[in-house]
């Protein structure tokens, strides 16, 4: 859609440079620092450009489309203000490993109230900042970061002044420079000699997965490696799906998992952890527990993670393919027979049992455990997931399951913050508009992050089921109160009814005040026609975490 031969100007031209690194969408919210580029990019270059209702849910939005679609993401914020209210969202997805650009204005007027530091100011997210230099090198500058975003796994914020508006721009068509999916680093003969010698004596072994797994040929490699093993899978919760409905999958490995997946874990003796930095969280938490008297083979193509949070006794430095297949290949040369440790767990763990109806301190409530088993199975089984912060994580975590790692987001992991779920799901429902996605969140994460921002969903046709686990309080400060014998009225809220409200946004709503709602929301979630917002009514001292 760009035209070569063209004097443009900066507007126009960054507009073009976006089409030619075939950015297609693009979320912000229009300011004096970056108007005149959506209005170029939406109509001369045919981009979508959904306009969030705050500067944080664009960014968020930009990381859900980024991690659903394995591109990058790209959100606009105006100047001072605009890009202050990012700051949050970009520690966030700084942690989490985004690959997204943030363009954003810049004004250099003596005393004007939006003149700041922009620099500085992102310099903290761990974002990394790129300034147009000049109007004519403005195009070149922002291939420049969009290139860094992919390539640092990183947001990086691109900043115009906006006096280089109308000015003219050296523009040239140019064509995107994809990065490899694989760097296929092969593992070195010492290294697999000492991890391949462990891993074939080993009687319990698990093979982990994490985000650095995630790739077109990884996952069914490591597939063939377990199989091979007689190995249960497990992943990461960044990797969470990346081994779909496979049977032998037993979930996140660590603070999140299953029961019978805490089984497993505790009898294995060997833990073949590939592309997963082994974080706190992957470790059971403080102290280790999950790791203790097990020989752990840690493969990465990242040298930063090996070793920083737990010794690995066979570390080995390589591409995630290229190190299953290399183990596979050893095994089958010394006719390697395998174990049966994956056919010795529980097909499944054991069925929810819904409270009592007389042990449920609010009259109108069901059991969280319960709810997130009944929406798994109500959901079609091509769907996408987007997670908030919240103590009704573990059991999302444990209970709802996804089609592929890309189709899964915890939009807290990075900061621990609540509220980012909602905008990360609209990014990802932007990325897969074939397949529905479904976001969950707290009752005080959706006031907090998600009401203006289903409104967003609603204006721009987004696939949109949020989920709201609603106890009427901010749950974890709830239960350390009661824990400490405190007043715990500061914690609890007089919400309004949401399912009106999610109406009044132009959604439609459904509220689950009991066993017989709960049954309903199968035919609830199959007759939607506009983004759905369902109510789960849940009784604090209930939910667990």
């Known amino acids: 859609m760009t035209c070569a031969g063209l004097e443009m100007k900066v507007h126009a031209a960054l507009a073009a440079t976006l089409a030619d690194h075939d950015v297609t969408t693009m979320f ?33 939005m930009a990381a859900g489309f980024a991690s659903a679609s394995g591109t990058v993401g790209v959100a606009t914020v105006t100047h001072g203000p605009g890009l202050a209210n990012t700051l949050g969202a970009l520690l966030s997805t700084s942690r989490e490993h985004m690959p997204i650009v943030v363009l954003t204005g810049a004004i250099a007027v003596r005393g004007h109230t939006q003149n700041v530091d922009q620099a500085a100011l992102v310099s903290p997210t761990g974002a990394g900042f ?66 391949v010698g462990l891993i074939a004596s080993s009687r319990r072994p698990i093979v982990l997965a994490g985000a650095g797994a995630i790739s077109s040929t990884a996952p069914s490699s490591l597939r063939r490696l377990a ?16 081994f779909g409905y496979d049977k032998y999958d037993l979930g996140v490995f660590g603070s999140f998992s299953t029961p019978r997946a805490v089984d497993a874990i505790m009898a294995s003796d060997c833990i073949v952890a590939v592309g997963a930095s082994l974080s706190r969280l992957t470790g059971g938490g403080e102290g280790w527990a999950y790791f203790a008297g097990k020989r752990i083979v840690h493969c990465d193509i990242n040298l930063r993670t090996m070793g920083s949070q737990y010794e690995a006794d066979a570390p080995v430095a390589a591409d995630a393919t290229a190190f299953a297949d290399a183990v596979v290949e050893l095994l089958h040369e010394a006719e390697y027979t395998g174990t049966n440790f994956r056919n010795t767990i529980a097909a ?140 715990v009225d500061v914690s609890l809220f007089q919400w309004p009814d949401f399912a009106p409200v999610a109406i009044a946004l132009g959604g439609s709503g459904f509220t689950v005040r009991n066993m017989a709602d709960l049954a309903r929301i199968g035919d609830v979630i199959a007759q939607r026609d506009r983004p759905l917002l369902i109510d789960i009514k849940l009784e604090p001292e209930k939910v667990v975490g």
């Open 28 to 60: 912000g919210v229009l300011g004096d620092g970056n108007m005149f580029l959506v209005e170029s990019f939406a109509r001369e270059q045919g981009g979508r450009y959904v306009a969030a209702a705050n500067e944080a849910g664009a960014v968020l």
């Open 130 to 195: 790129e300034q147009a230099l000049s109007a004519k090198t403005a195009p070149a500058e922002l291939g420049r970061a969009l290139r860094r975003a992919l390539a640092e796994r990183r947001p990086i914020v691109f900043s115009v002044p906006v006096d280089f508006t109308f000015e003219d721009a050296e523009y040239a068509p140019t064509a995107r420079q994809a990065l490899p999916v694989s760097q296929g680093v092969r593992p070195a003969d010492e290294a697999m000699d000492v991890a």
């Open 227 to 242: 199989e091979v093993l007689g190995a249960p899978l497990m992943t990461t919760l960044p990797a969470k799906g990346l």
């Open 348 to 487: 499944e763990d054991e069925p929810v049992i819904a409270a009592a109806k007389d042990d449920v301190a609010r009259a109108e409530s069901v059991d969280l455990a319960t709810a997130m088993t009944t929406l798994n199975a109500a959901l079609p089984a091509e769907r996408s997931i987007a997670v908030d912060s919240g103590r009704f994580v573990s059991e999302a975590v444990q209970r709802l399951a996804v089609p592929r790692a890309q189709a899964w987001a915890h939009a807290g992991r990075g900061l621990g913050a609540v509220g980012n779920g909602l905008s990360t799901a609209v990014g990802i429902g932007c990325a897969r508009p074939d397949a529905p996605v479904v976001a969950v969140v707290g009752d005080g994460a959706f006031m907090l992050g998600g009401l203006a921002e289903f409104n967003t969903a609603v204006r721009h046709c987004v696939d949109l089921t949020v989920v709201v686990c609603n106890d009427g309080s901010y749950g974890a400060e709830y239960r350390k109160l009661k824990a400490r014998d405190v007043d």
